[in-house]
């Protein structure tokens, strides 16, 4: 499938997922599970950092539209793909995996470990940066890092779990011409 068709078709399913299922789902009015930012973790390894940041944009100002939010979602997506080359160039050497295959999973990224590395530092980092927009303010401190904690640990485990239900067939790049 045309890797242009299979963003968009991944980008409606995960916004029409976390709109109309998800939003859906309080945890004691305290977490609301997110799984749309994996778009933006899956995007390929070598997109235009330009690029990146435009459809991480759209993609959170799209669900603010859908939550009436004054983009929220957009603030906490553009920090995250903002921050995703710097950590993937941390994690992964030049020399392996991101030149072998095109966008990152537990295979491309050397096992579960890196992974887990990987996209907990960006769903925490989206977090953090989303309720203290949402909160604007630290009055009840604990209540803020129990909501992050709580969130970020729920929407890592529904990554987990997509991640085994709808395996990505990996393409193995070479170096051939």
Known sequence: ???????ILRFSLLILTQVYVLD????HQMATPYVYFIFILWLP???????LLLLSFFLGYTLDGFRHNPGF????????AYLRPFLINLLITQESSDTSYEEPSIKSM???LPYLVYAGSLILIHNVWLFALEAWQFVDIG???????VCTLISLTLLLI??????RKQKFRTNAA
């Open 24 to 27: 859906n789902i309080r945890l």
């Open 45 to 51: 390894f070598k997109i235009n950092r330009s690029v």
């Open 1 to 7: 499938m045309n890797g242009i068709i299979k963003n």
């Open 162 to 167: 997509i991640e085994l239900l709808f395996s």
């Open 110 to 112: 050397g096992g579960l």
């Open 143 to 149: 209540y803020f890092l129990i909501k992050t904690i």
């Open 73 to 80: 979602h957009a603030a906490a997506c553009v920090l995250m």
